[in-house]
């Protein structure tokens, strides 16, 4: 049966949603806040399980052109030069499993392209505002539907979720730069940490749109509310802090020559216990919040995508939004408490944490079979993502 959808934000899970959507016949409409839709943020990581997505709509080859593969994640201590953190994609010789890093100006173009392809309207400068009776509402705009199924993908501030979420302490400041050489692997996220109230990052992230030179994020993490002070003080003092605790990444960030060219991401943590109601489904940051400690936010999104997809294929609507949920539940749950659990280890103030992070628990790591859970731990399937949704013969 073909339904009447409307999709509330043009973000990865909500262009996803639509790709999907629309290749089963159903009419969709997204509706998003800005003047013409557009990606917000520096680099992420794509991981396996939301490759398998991004191939289901045509678009996997597409992102791996623009892309750059990650092969490890590597953290060492700045005090001392120890590994902390040491994370392979695959133990396999074919090395089939990889991270896709990638700038999100650059998933978001495939992603749009594939939604568009599949003929899906967007429409621009549509601020929502609420949802009641199959109708969206806008600031400043008549209502519009009514829509069999309303997709709430509007993000961590949406205005249709009652998702409550708690304040994360620490935060962080991204940047683009292009890719420079020096020294360290370019199939590798590398992080160097102080404690755990400093952590540094280079990711290596591809090709921006339109562009064939390659591209690295950058990341410092600091408490939620130091942005400001950030900004007032010299950038040259910050240059001299980062010169001191990862010498290597230096070339890489003296090409920040101003505050401007970082943006401050800060986050929360928080899970809906329902992500649906009568004629709405919640998808993405709207359904989930977590720190970005894992690299899931944007698989979290694509899996919700698919998900949905899957159940309204398989099920009429009114049992469709809740075998999404039932199939979604346990994959969101554990990767949420183990996101809760790693995060502090990183990014706070403890010196507690940190401590346990490196005598004890990245030793324990290296002890087989450990490094093959972890391995699929970031890998996105240490347990099946949607293990409900079989197809059916």
């Not at 002070?229 to 890489?252: K, Y």
């Not at 943006?263 to 998808?283: C, K, V």
Request: hydrophobic share 40%.
């Amino acid at each position: 049966m073909s339904y009447n959808i409307a999709i509330a934000g043009a973000g990865i899970g909500g262009l996803t949603a639509a790709a999907l959507l629309s290749r089963q016949g159903h009419q969709i409409s997204i509706y998003d806040q800005f003047d013409a839709p557009r990606p917000v943020g520096s680099g992420l990581v794509v991981q396996p399980v939301g490759q398998a997505v991004l191939n289901e709509i045509g678009a996997g080859d597409a992102a791996r052109a623009k892309g750059n593969p990650l092969r490890r994640m590597l953290g060492h201590e700045a005090d001392n030069g120890r590994r902390v953190l040491d994370v392979t994609y695959d133990h396999d010789p074919d090395g089939a499993h990889f991270g896709l890093a990638i700038h999100r100006a650059s998933l978001f173009d495939v992603l749009h392209r594939a939604a568009t392809e599949a003929g899906v309207a967007i429409t621009p400068s549509h601020s929502i505002t609420g949802y009641k009776d199959g109708h969206l509402h806008f600031d400043g705009r008549a209502p519009e539907g009514p829509f069999d199924l309303v997709i709430d993908s509007s993000g961590a501030s949406s205005p249709l979720s009652p998702i409550q979420a708690r304040p994360l302490p620490y935060g962080a400041i991204w940047g683009t730069v292009p890719w420079r050489e020096c020294g360290l692997p370019q199939d590798q996220l590398t992080q160097v940490y102080r404690r755990a109230d400093r952590m540094i990052g280079v990711m290596p992230s591809g090709t921006l749109p339109d562009s064939d030179n390659q591209q690295a994020a950058i990341f410092w993490s600091m408490p939620r509310n130091a942005y400001e002070a950030w900004r007032t003080h010299p950038l040259s003092d910050w240059q001299e802090e980062i010169a001191q605790l990862w010498p290597e990444a230096q070339p890489i960030f003296s090409q920040i020559t101003s505050h401007d060219q970082m943006t401050m991401a800060r986050y929360a943590h928080g899970t809906l216990r329902r992500p649906y109601s009568d004629g709405l489904a919640i998808i993405g940051d709207a359904a989930h919040k977590a720190s970005p400690q894992l690299g899931q936010g944007a698989n979290m999104a694509m899996l919700d995508a698919s998900a949905l997809a899957k159940a309204l294929a398989q099920y009429p609507l009114l049992d469709a939004l809740p075998a999404y949920a039932m199939a979604r539940r346990w994959h969101v749950r554990i990767y949420q408490a183990m996101s809760w659990a790693f995060t502090p280890q990183y990014q706070s103030d403890s010196r507690i944490l940190p401590a346990l992070r490196d005598r004890a628990l990245f030793p324990v790591s290296q002890i087989p079979p450990v490094p093959k859970i972890l391995t699929r731990l970031v890998r996105g399937d240490m347990i099946p993502p949607m293990a409900s949704l079989t197809p059916r013969d």
